[in-house]
């Protein structure tokens, strides 16, 4: 069991030294972008479909 | 898992067994039934953390999680999101009553068939079909796609405006386009071709025979890929015309299909009248006998009393060789019928004792034996068949002339007046032969030399990506129309508006009509009604035919007769063989010819035989597998007249050797769910349709590589235990019961009381066909979600009721029982027992009913239900849908998250409703008021639903029926289901069809 836990401790010591690392990288690539521009604001879409009721149809029941 | 087939000798097998591995008892298949979950449906804590195997969990990292929980926990319960406004109307419509759904009839046509229908609105949402039950045919039943056609309305990919060369523009502009081309092709007299789906609509037809009289070089084509070929050839050249065949099973002693699936689920009356042969109360009453000649095992095939597997391409020759017989014995031959180049005797597909009784079975029968020919079927078989009949005098079958449908020979000669420039404009109205055409490559050069191509329809589909105008139209739940159906005139009508800024087709023939200078009504809801007023409802009322969806009227028709002449060609040509493998090309059971392919209900339902979803593998026979090498999955090479396809195969008992099927309607390349599904088999359709969907001379070798199939016939296995039953009418007559003991239940705790009612089942397995439709039922009504093939092949199919399929002996042609598994609603429930925070219990009217806010998904419950029907929600399927999916959804029941146990809970949203209303009006349930969904759906009624404790019910009757057994009754759980053992009428050992 102890053998067992200690095995994955070399992937857990990369983890920590990986995470910041990749992190790090993603955040200077997003201060050094140069011709980034800014994103088009999504259309206005309609939140909700509009449900009528059928017009002439009569209803059997309800 | 792998399957291996038995190398040499006889295995000694189980009774019933659901697949290849279960027949032959693999180790993987012993595990797999005493496994709760299939490998991969729970996953591992170690596959989670990359732990390494045997590690367990550690004390730090279980307080870890439990650390990080808590927080989580309390995190997300600060959170407010998701909390929605309730607002009332401001102006509320006058026919909504918020909390009362209201029911609208109306109609949805698929190909020539029309399927009558009640529509469930909720606040102006449609949410469930039912058939029609004012319907003299289909009384109150339909099909499982028509009932999956809902889903439809609420498809994403609904096209919202029209769109010229792929841009949005309004309906004025695009008209103005349309009609500018046709005035010019009036004025220069070029034809402009109109191509749409079968003419079911007297209006539509009307409408049509107006444009055309407007428009004199229309070309109307009437075009239904799924319809068959050869049924429309054979019928104009035993019957000079088309033909609509209806069979009266009701009328039928003794049935011989030659590859007819009539029993599939499309048609409700047919299955209605099947039913009604088959539910048998004692071995004295009536009994019909289906004969089956077929090659690939259909639903039909599954349900006959005897079955031979027969190639295709040779039912021709054994049908006119079973004409002789009969005319050597006596019966007439009709006038000019020449039978002299069919030799005689029996033919070598049939086994020589069966070649007997089947002729005196017919011959026993005469005009009580009909003989039923499967679409897909060479033409001469259906002439084979149509002469059977008339040599029969057979009046279980009525004939009556139907509008023509193009065939693939017409739709070639229109292909090539397109390539050569012959068509000014060309409109295509709800068909997609981009898709379809089995030349695509031909179809897109010849389509792009059309100078003006619109396109009509719902989804963008492959057509529509070849046209310049694609205008979108309304789903036939926001439309009007109107059908010709035995016994009846019926009304289609719009259920809700429009949902979108669409038209409905004739709304836009009628703009075209004004646009050349005829407008006989404003809109397509007027031409109807003066249509109806003046020539269908005879002192009614437009209004009450609305509101019945119908009126009943016998449509004056002379049967067509029966040409004699038109034998002996045909009788001729059904003496070849063929060489090679043998393709059999037929409508999926999901997709039809892949109009439903975008229908996720419809696709995650299990193929009745086959058990596939999300999926069309070719189906190899048993022989042939053992012969290539192929085991399940395999992928392999098709190749046939130089096209080639790689695809699985599975190994399909019952399957004639030498034949191999495959379903057309996937491969789609357009649609969210369609998209990539499946492999389009339309380039193997041949031209010549006499033989389109049946193809000599195919090639099958394996390609390398496996699919693992979402499929679904080895999950939820019971560990071989008694759990389906089959008798013979002898074994009925004398020992309904078998060598099965009542087993005598000894029980520590009290019996339960049931103060008012105890809801029970009866499933009549003799009536149950296997159909699905159920299931569908079910899906639409409870909200049941949808979770993709790649979770169907872990195990983690949602379906509340499922259809497990039995085989029984032999693998190269065995017997089949269906048989509908759902929760039992346990008395003694060994679920409940188990549940550490109460969430399913039983309700004081013997429901077992689940509290989803309460359930901790511990899973426990499924781990001790021996019937494996508790159904866990793995991944989250539904928080992240929005409008207009969820427009589907039946607000009466839960819509269940991730981490939820669920389950069938028979309905009990049905069964408050009507205790709600019987209250009120101060009276106690009526029996068979309390509909299920799946008893609502059942089109053979199968399926009884009532009140065990009403001694007068139905239900209380059949319980004690000498069929009637209860599933793993040894357990003690005591289900409220009871089953009715399922019955064949073979010739031995059986029962004379009287």
Redesign the interface.
């Known amino acids: 069991?102890a053998d067992?836990?200690r095995?994955?401790l070399l992937?857990r010591a990369a983890a920590l030294l990986a995470g910041p690392f990749l992190l790090g990288r993603q955040a200077l690539s997003l201060a050094f972008l140069t011709d980034r521009e800014t994103p088009e604001a999504p259309a206005l879409a309609l939140q909700?479909?509009?449900?009528?009721?059928?017009?002439?149809?009569?209803?059997?029941?309800? | 898992m792998k399957t291996r087939l038995p190398d040499h000798g006889p295995v000694e097998a189980p009774r019933f067994w659901r697949t290849l591995e279960e027949r032959v008892e693999t180790p993987e298949a012993r595990q797999a039934a005493h496994d709760e979950f299939l490998p991969g449906a729970v996953p591992a804590y170690d596959d989670v953390h990359g732990l390494p195997p045997q590690s367990g969990v550690s004390r730090r990292d279980f307080l870890g999680l439990v650390s990080a929980a808590a927080a989580l926990a309390a995190t997300v319960g600060c959170d407010r999101k998701g909390q929605g406004t309730v607002v009332p109307y401001t102006k509320r419509p006058v026919e909504v009553t918020p909390g009362v759904a209201n029911y609208y009839a109306s109609a949805f046509q698929e190909g020539r068939r029309v399927y009558p229908v009640l529509v469930k609105t909720r606040e102006g949402r449609p949410i469930h079909l039912t058939g029609n039950d004012e319907h003299p045919g289909v009384r109150g039943k339909t099909s499982p796609r028509a009932m999956a056609d809902v889903l439809r309305l609420y498809d994403p990919d609904r096209l919202r405006a029209p769109k010229a060369e792929g841009r949005t523009i309004g309906w004025a502009g695009a008209e103005a386009r349309l009609q500018g081309a046709l005035k010019e092709a009036k004025a220069t007299g070029k034809p402009v071709l109109l191509l749409s789906g079968a003419l079911a609509s007297p209006s539509r037809k009307a409408l049509l025979a107006d444009l055309k009289a407007a428009l004199p070089t229309l070309e109307h084509l009437a075009y239904e890929p799924a319809a068959g070929d050869a049924a429309e050839e054979a019928a104009r050249a035993s019957y000079g015309q088309s033909v609509a065949i209806q069979p009266r099973l009701a009328k039928a002693k003794v049935i011989l299909s030659l590859g007819a699936d009539f029993l599939n689920g499309e048609d409700p009356e047919t299955l209605a009248a099947w039913g009604a042969q088959r539910r048998l109360k004692s071995a004295k009453e009536p009994i019909n006998r289906l004969w089956v000649l077929e090659g690939p095992l259909t639903l039909t095939g599954t349900n006959a009393d005897h079955r031979y597997p027969v190639a295709p391409s040779r039912l021709a020759a054994v049908a006119f060789a079973l004409a002789r017989e009969l005319a050597a014995k006596g019966l007439s031959l009709p006038a000019g019928a020449d039978l002299s180049a069919v030799s005689g005797g029996a033919p070598a597909d049939v086994p020589a004792q069966a070649w007997a009784n089947l002729v005196k079975d017919l011959q026993h029968a005469g005009r009580n034996a009909v003989v039923l020919c499967g679409a897909q079927m060479p033409a001469e078989a259906h002439q084979a068949a149509h002469l059977l009949n008339a040599l029969l005098g057979s009046e279980a079958v009525a004939l009556s002339p139907a509008e023509p449908l193009a065939t693939t020979r017409d739709l070639e000669a229109a292909v090539q007046g397109m390539a050569a420039g012959r068509y000014a404009a060309a409109i295509f109205w709800d068909v997609n032969p981009a898709f379809t055409y089995a030349r695509a490559a031909a179809w897109k050069d010849a389509v792009a030399k059309v100078p003006l191509r619109a396109w009509i329809g719902l989804m963008e589909d492959e057509t529509a990506a070849q046209c310049q105008l694609v205008l979108p139209e309304n789903h036939w739940l926001e439309s009007w129309g109107d059908y010709t159906t035995p016994g009846a005139a019926v009304l289609q009508q719009p259920t809700v508006g429009t949902l979108y800024d669409t038209r409905q087709g004739e709304d836009v023939l009628l703009g075209l009509l004004k646009a050349l200078g005829s407008a006989p009504a404003a809109d397509y809801h007027t031409y109807l009604r003066a249509r109806w007023e003046k020539a269908v409802l005879q002192g009614g009322t437009f209004e009450q035919a609305l509101h019945d969806g119908l009126v009943k009227a016998e449509a004056k028709t002379v049967a067509p007769a029966f040409k004699g002449a038109s034998v002996a060609a045909a009788a001729g040509r059904a003496t070849r063989r063929t060489e090679g493998l043998e393709l059999v090309l037929f409508p999926g059971f999901a997709t039809l010819d892949g109009r439903h392919a975008n229908n996720s209900w419809l696709q995650e339902t299990p193929d009745p035989i086959s058990k596939m979803t999300w999926d069309n593998p070719v189906a190899v026979s048993v022989q042939d597998a053992q012969t290539l090498g192929i085991q399940e999955g395999d992928f392999v090479t098709l190749t046939l007249e130089g096209t080639t396809l790689r695809l699985p195969a599975v190994i399909q008992p019952g399957q004639a050797m030498g034949v191999l099927a495959l379903a057309l309607g996937y491969g789609r390349t357009t649609g969210g769910v369609a998209k990539g599904v499946g492999a389009n088999a339309y380039p193997f359709l041949g031209l010549d349709p006499a033989t389109a969907n049946v193809r000599p001379g195919a090639r099958l070798a394996k390609a390398g590589g496996r699919k693992e199939l979402s499929r679904t016939q080895s999950h939820h296995r019971m560990e071989g235990r008694d759990i389906v039953r089959s008798l013979t009418m002898d074994e009925f007559l004398h020992h309904p019961q078998g060598h099965h003991h009542k087993p005598e239940l000894v029980s520590l705790y009290e019996e339960q009381k049931f103060p008012d009612h105890k809801w029970g089942m009866v499933i009549d397995l003799a009536a149950c066909v296997g159909c699905s439709a159920c299931v569908v039922a079910c899906q639409s009504e409870n909200n049941v979600p949808v979770v993709g093939a790649e979770q169907v092949a872990k195990g983690r199919e949602m379906h509340w009721i499922r259809i497990d399929r039995y085989y029984e002996g032999e693998l190269e042609n065995p017997k089949v029982v269906h048989q509908p598994m759902l929760c039992q609603h346990c008395d003694s429930a060994p679920c409940e027992n188990v549940c550490p925070v109460n969430a399913t219990n039983h309700s004081p009217d013997g429901l077992n009913q689940m509290a989803y806010n309460r359930c901790v998904g511990t899973r426990y419950c499924a781990n001790n239900c021996p019937y494996k029907v508790r159904r866990f929600n793995f991944l989250e399927y539904t928080a992240y849908k929005t409008e207009p999916e969820t427009l589907a959804y039946n607000p009466e029941v839960t819509v269940r998250p991730r981490g939820v146990m669920e389950k069938c809970s028979f309905c009990v949203q049905r069964i408050n409703d009507v205790k709600i209303r019987a209250k009120g009006e101060g009276r106690s349930i009526l029996d068979g008021e309390v509909t299920t969904a799946c008893m609502a759906g059942c089109p053979s009624d199968a399926i009884v639903f009532g009140d065990l404790k009403d001694p007068k019910s139905r239900i209380a009757q059949l319980v004690t029926a000498t069929r009637a057994y209860r599933v793993l009754e040894e357990v003690g759980a005591k289900p409220a289901i009871t089953y009715l053992a399922d019955l064949k009428n073979p010739v031995a050992g059986g029962h004379h069809a009287n």
């Open positions: 069991m067992a836990n095995t994955p992937d909700r479909i509009p449900v009528t009721p059928p017009e002439h149809a009569i209803k059997r029941r309800g």
